[in-house]
């Protein structure tokens, strides 16, 4: 027989777990360098930039354009590892709770 006070209680603690591990991507970091490591930058899984390390060697007027791609080319190199790295672990938090194969594409 159906039990759904059952299956209300399991999705509610599956909500809790989501919210936690949603809480926990703060935790996450993930770093990506661009120019040989002239630009390095970090990124959190909530894909906050955290930090950019600019090599003091870089920062001349006549290079300004170069330290901008540069710079955009670490934060999108961090941005593509810590997505990987937050979809691990909300799939580490859900483990169980969800069929396997669920798409986390939406999720992080």
Same mark, same amino acid.
């Given at each position: &027989?159906?039990?759904?006070? %059952?299956?209300?209680?399991?999705?509610? !603690?599956?909500?809790?777990?989501?919210? !936690?591990?949603? *809480?926990?991507?703060?935790? @996450?970091?993930?770093?990506? *360098?661009?120019?040989?490591? &002239?630009?390095?930058?970090? /990124?959190?899984?909530?894909?906050? /930039?955290?930090?950019?390390?600019?090599? $003091?060697?870089?920062?001349?007027? *006549?290079? $300004? !354009? &170069?330290?901008?791609?540069? @710079?955009?080319?670490?934060? %999108?190199?961090?941005?593509?590892?810590?997505? @990987?790295?937050?979809?691990?672990?909300?799939?580490?938090?859900?483990?169980?709770?969800?069929?396997?194969?669920?798409?986390? %594409?939406?999720?992080?």
């Amino acid at each position: &027989m159906f039990d759904i006070k %059952n299956l209300m209680g399991k999705v509610k !603690e599956m909500q809790a777990k989501m919210q !936690e591990a949603q *809480e926990g991507l703060s935790t @996450i970091h993930a770093s990506s *360098e661009s120019g040989a490591g &002239m630009v390095k930058a970090t /990124v959190n899984g909530k894909k906050q /930039v955290v930090s950019i390390d600019i090599d $003091r060697d870089l920062i001349k007027p *006549e290079d $300004r !354009e &170069m330290m901008q791609d540069l @710079i955009v080319a670490a934060i %999108n190199k961090a941005m593509a590892e810590v997505d @990987i790295l937050a979809k691990e672990e909300l799939k580490k938090s859900t483990d169980g709770f969800l069929p396997p194969g669920f798409d986390f %594409n939406s999720m992080a």
